[in-house]
């Protein structure tokens, strides 16, 4: 069993940054893939980004690229996303979710276990 907990949303201006953490317990953190992903009002749950078990490998969706960094510290168990120049489409529920592969992946079957998620509202 694995327990994922995210937090750090709220609301932020356009422009404006902050940084989610996902804390895990219950199983091996290091060994798998971590990935975030975000479900916007009236919307599909989307892919955001990935980081593989050692951090060395990431990966973004495109409207996120260049904005939004991942990491992870595994001595910590938690995973990190920095989001900086929040726009309003960015307004969703924000999910840290743990797969069962060890290198990146967006592929939101492959990802076995799920936090609650995390509200991020930006304004514009």
């Known amino acids: 069993q694995v327990q994922l907990v995210e937090s750090g949303g709220g609301l932020v201006q356009a422009g404006g940054s902050l940084r989610l953490s996902c804390a895990a317990s219950?199983?091996?953190?290091?060994?798998?893939?971590m990935g975030w992903f975000r479900q916007g009002p009236g919307k599909e749950r989307e892919f955001v980004a990935t980081i593989s078990w050692s951090g060395g490998r990431t990966y973004y969706a495109d409207f996120v690229k260049g904005r939004f960094t991942i990491s992870r510290d595994n001595a910590k168990n938690t995973m990190y996303l920095q989001m900086n120049n929040l726009k309003p489409e960015d307004t969703a529920v924000y999910y840290c979710?743990?797969?069962?592969?060890?290198?990146?992946?967006?592929?939101?079957?492959?990802?076995?276990?799920w936090g609650q998620g995390t509200q991020v509202t930006v304004s514009s």
């Open positions: 979710a743990s797969s069962r592969v060890t290198e990146t992946t967006y592929n939101e079957k492959l990802y076995a276990y």
């Open positions: 219950g199983r091996t953190f290091s060994v798998y893939t």
